[in-house]
C-alpha cells in the first residue's frame, strides 16, 4: 500500500508547475497583453510561439493533473483505530462485510453482526498501492470481533439469560409450566394457570459464549440461580451431620434434595446444599370440594352424688359435617391461600355433657397416687429372684415397724396365708390391689375403709420368711406390677 504523504506531494508539485508556467508567461512584458483577451497581430512571431506552447503546455498538465486525481482516486479502510488497507470501490467492501457476516452466520446457525462499523477515508493511490481481495478479507477476520443476535429472558426486569431465537425462549417457559399445565389438564376443578412475574422476550446482541441452551435457562429458573454447591457424603454422615457441618437446617437440606430419602444416604452420594428458589411463580388456581368436621362442645353439669374426683361422661359429643366449596391458591404447587366460597352444614354437631361430682371427697377414697408404706431399706426387688419370679418388693426393717396403707380403699382380705404368712390385701376402687405381707400383727379386718397413711399392721416375719421384713405388691386389674414404677410419685 502507498504513503498518503508521498501521493500529497507528488499532486502539490504538479499544481506548482503549473504557476510556475503562468509567471514566466507575465514576465515577457507584452504591452496590453491579456490572456482573456488575446490578440495575435500584436505580437511578433516569436513571443507568439512561446505564449502558444505555453497555453498547449499549460492545458495538458490541467488535462493530465484532472486524468491522474480521477484514476488515482481511492479509499483508506478504516476499521476501528486500525487501517486495513487500500481500495477504489468502497461497495465492494461492504459486499464483502456482508458476506463475512453471512459465513459467520451459516457456521454458528445463529444472526451474526461485526460489532465495529468500517469507516473510509478519502485518498489517492496507484494501482500497485491498492490492497488485494484475500488480503483484506484476512485483515478484516483478524482484526474483527463480533456480536450474535440473540434473545434475552427477562423476568421482573432481571436477564436470566440469552437464548438463540425467540422459539427458544418461549419454550423455556413452557417447559416450566409443563407439569402445571398437564395438572390444569388432568384436574377439572384447577380454573387457571398463571406466571406471576412480568415475562419478556427482548432481541439483544452479544458475545457468542453468552448464548445458553434451553436447559440451562430451564435450570437455572426451577434453582434460581446459576451456582451449583454439592457435598460428596462420606462414611458415617447423614443429612443431620451434613446439614450441622453446612449450618443448615435439616428440612432445607431435604428440600434442596427432593426426591432423595434422607433415611438413606450412602458413602459417594452427592447431595445438594441450595435450596431452590425457583425465578418464575406458577399460579394455580382450584375450586375444591370437600367435607369438614365442626367439632362438639363441651358442656358441664355437676351432681351432689359423686365425689369432687370424679366425672363421667353422661352424653358422648359427636362432630358435625359441613361441606364446603373453596378457591385455592398454590404457588408452585404450594398452598398460600384459601377462600372459603361456600358452606352448607349437612348435620349439626352434639355437644359433650360432662358430669362432675360436688361431694367432698372421704379419707378412704383412693387419690390414685402411692406413698411407701413403711420406713426401711430395700432387700429385694421386683423381678426373677433365686431361679423364680418375685412379684414384689421387699423393704427391711425391724419387727413392729408400723405399716401403712399405700392409698385409700377397702380391705379386701386381712389374716394368714401360707407362705405370705400374715397378709393385708387393701382394694383400692380404681382398678388397683395393693398387698402388705409377712406381718407380725394386723390391725384391721375385711370390709374397713381405709384411709392413705393409716396403719394397719406392722412388719414381722411370717410365713416363708428369712428376716423381718414387708412384701409389698401391686396389682392392676389382677395383673402384678413393679411396685417401684408406682411409690413416690
Known amino acids: 500500500m502507498g504513503d498518503p504523504n508521498h501521493r500529497r506531494n507528488t499532486n502539490d508539485l504538479l499544481l506548482h508547475k503549473i504557476k510556475q508556467l503562468k509567471e514566466h508567461v507575465n514576465k515577457l512584458k507584452l504591452d496590453n497583453f491579456n490572456l482573456k483577451k488575446f490578440n495575435p497581430r500584436n505580437l511578433n512571431f516569436r513571443n507568439s510561439l512561446i505564449i502558444f506552447m505555453a497555453l498547449i503546455i499549460v492545458a495538458f498538465l490541467g488535462t493530465a493533473y484532472q486524468v491522474n486525481e480521477v484514476k488515482t482516486r481511492a479509499y483508506s479502510v478504516q476499521f476501528g483505530d486500525d487501517e486495513l488497507g487500500i481500495v477504489r470501490d468502497k461497495e465492494e467492501v461492504l459486499a464483502m462485510i456482508k458476506d463475512i457476516e453471512k459465513s459467520l452466520s451459516y457456521t454458528y446457525g445463529i444472526g451474526v453482526v461485526i460489532d465495529k462499523h468500517l469507516e473510509f477515508k478519502d485518498t489517492h493511490a496507484k494501482d500497485d498501492e491498492l490492497i488485494a481481495k484475500d488480503k483484506l478479507r484476512n485483515n478484516i477476520k483478524s482484526k474483527m470481533t463480533f456480536l450474535v443476535g440473540g434473545y434475552a429472558l427477562i423476568v421482573d426486569g432481571k436477564e436470566v439469560g440469552v437464548l438463540r431465537t425467540k422459539e427458544d425462549a418461549e419454550k423455556v417457559i413452557n417447559k416450566y409450566k409443563e407439569p402445571f399445565v398437564k395438572l390444569h389438564k388432568d384436574n377439572e376443578n384447577i380454573k387457571e394457570v398463571n406466571i406471576l412475574e412480568k415475562v419478556e422476550v427482548v432481541k439483544k446482541e452479544v458475545p457468542l459464549p453468552s448464548i445458553k441452551t434451553q436447559d440451562e435457562i430451564l435450570n437455572k429458573i426451577q434453582r434460581g440461580t446459576d451456582e451449583i454447591k454439592t457435598h460428596v457424603v462420606e462414611v458415617g454422615e447423614s443429612f443431620w451431620t451434613i446439614a450441622k457441618i453446612y449450618n443448615m437446617s435439616v428440612d432445607d437440606l431435604i428440600k434442596a434434595n427432593l426426591g432423595k430419602d434422607p433415611e438413606k444416604v450412602f458413602p459417594g452420594d452427592t447431595v445438594n446444599l441450595l435450596v431452590p428458589k425457583p425465578l418464575l411463580t406458577i399460579a394455580t388456581i382450584e375450586e375444591v370440594k370437600y367435607t ?198
Open 292 to 489: 369438614e368436621d365442626i367439632d362438639y362442645g363441651v358442656k358441664v353439669e355437676f351432681s351432689s352424688s359423686m365425689y369432687k374426683n370424679q366425672k363421667k361422661v353422661k352424653i358422648k359429643g359427636t362432630l358435625g359435617k359441613n361441606e364446603v366449596l373453596a378457591r385455592v391458591t398454590k404457588h408452585n404447587g404450594v398452598e398460600v391461600e384459601r377462600q372459603i366460597v361456600k358452606e352448607n352444614v349437612v348435620s349439626k354437631p352434639i355437644d359433650k355433657i360432662l358430669v362432675k361430682g360436688t361431694k367432698e371427697v372421704p379419707r378412704t377414697v383412693a387419690t390414685g397416687v402411692f406413698s411407701m408404706p413403711t420406713r426401711g431399706s430395700i432387700s429385694s426387688r421386683y423381678g426373677s429372684r433365686w431361679g423364680r419370679m418375685h412379684w414384689g418388693l421387699d423393704i427391711a426393717c425391724r419387727t413392729g415397724t408400723p405399716i401403712k396403707a399405700a392409698d385409700g380403699g377397702t380391705v379386701k382380705s386381712a389374716g394368714y396365708n401360707g407362705a405370705y404368712g400374715y397378709m393385708i390385701e387393701v382394694n383400692h376402687g380404681n382398678g388397683y390391689v395393693t398387698r402388705y405381707a409377712h406381718c407380725s400383727k394386723i390391725y384391721v379386718k375385711s370390709g374397713d375403709k381405709v384411709y392413705k397413711g393409716q396403719t394397719i399392721g406392722a412388719v414381722g416375719s411370717t410365713g416363708r420368711s428369712t428376716g423381718p421384713h414387708l412384701h409389698f405388691e401391686v396389682l392392676k386389674n389382677g395383673v402384678h406390677q413393679n411396685p417401684a414404677k408406682y411409690l413416690g410419685r
